[in-house]
């Protein structure tokens, strides 16, 4: 078996490796969907593997930047990962996966982050598990609030058009308060946020906008799908929250007071909140938010110098971490952080750690007290494993919205 790895050469090329993925979704490539794909995810971001000439995998990467504490980082947004039923267990996901990231850091781009269809694929390649996400299914009926709201200001129903102006700095706000927010360029907002496929509409009605507003300004939008159904003549309805988002905790109460508050609905369902969502101290009830938390963004540090210099931290305290990294070697060794500074460091180190355990400290939502209890991190010097956590401590938990 011959295998080959390279950037998709041609239109054509490109159609067929964006297929490998969609036939696992149950979906067909057309020219014109590939014509749309092209539009976020360029033709020079998508490897496709050949075996014997005949492409057999693909994978890509959107470039955009994610928040980190204090700031925003290019980063790898790595989508569109698969390998043909016919090719599975033979290392075409390796060849990719060395391919994907060389290409990455040649690019000078220190952070790759991803959604993974499965835990288990990612960890070998030096991908962290980063944060956590979830979704809701709550009963309407047991959706009140813990304290009454206090309505200040409006809900008002916009249409694609105005959304289209109104909800992105919602978003860059988003990204100034949280981690693990990625920037979404214009064709993104319409391809992807606003465009309304009657495929994607999953027998539910069309994406309605919402956006609150308070003293003159948007503070936060909401997108929802309404399902109807009437069950022994009561509602029985879904609504499916597609993406909820307050610059601020007024805002955030505001838009699920009337999420939950929608008439015929008796289930409201929403998905990739995460785990300190304001939802859940908000509601009297937030175990009939039948919360259920899986794995959310996976982050992998491509380039650890870097990565590490490109956030803020919490102390300034001297620490020295060392760092395995058997997939990427240039990250291997001894790191130095203290002030703001990193360097590498002939010292004595204070932990001992996978390049996959430190991409899940990065954004700050897995602590290093919670890795060193999980095995993953050794505490080399005691109370390094408290001091690391003062240093990488962030202000939210890590979040991202959207799987892409
Ligand atoms: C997941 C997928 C890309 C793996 O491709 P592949 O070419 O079979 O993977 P490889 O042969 O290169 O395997 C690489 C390693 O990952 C392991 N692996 C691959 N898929 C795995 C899975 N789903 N669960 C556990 N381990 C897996 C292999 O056992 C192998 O381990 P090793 O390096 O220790 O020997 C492929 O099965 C696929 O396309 N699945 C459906 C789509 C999908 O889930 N894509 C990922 C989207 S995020």
Redesign the pocket.
Known sequence: MELEVRLCASTDEYAAASSV?EQ?VGEEVDAEKAERYLRILPLERMHAAFVDGSLV?AAGAHRFDLSVPGGRVPCAGITA???QPT????????ALMRAQLDATHALGEPLAA?????E??YE?YGYGLASWSGQIEAARDHAQFAHPLERRGTIRLVGPGEARTLVAPVWEELMAQRPGVFSRSPEWWELRVIADRHERRGGAGPKRFVVAERDGAVRGYAIYRHKPSWQHGVPAGELRVWEAIGADGRATAELWRYLLDLDWTATIHGSLLPPDHPLFLLVAEPRRLRYRRGDGLWIRLVDVETALAARTYASDEPIVLEVADAFCPWNAGRWRLGGGAVARTDTEPDLRLDVAALGSAYLGGISFRELAEALRVEELRPGSVERADATFRARAHPWCPEIF
């Open positions: 993925i696992y995998g990962v698969g390998v090719h599975r267990r033979r290392g075409v996901l390796r991803l959604w993974a269809s499965e288990t694929i070998r």
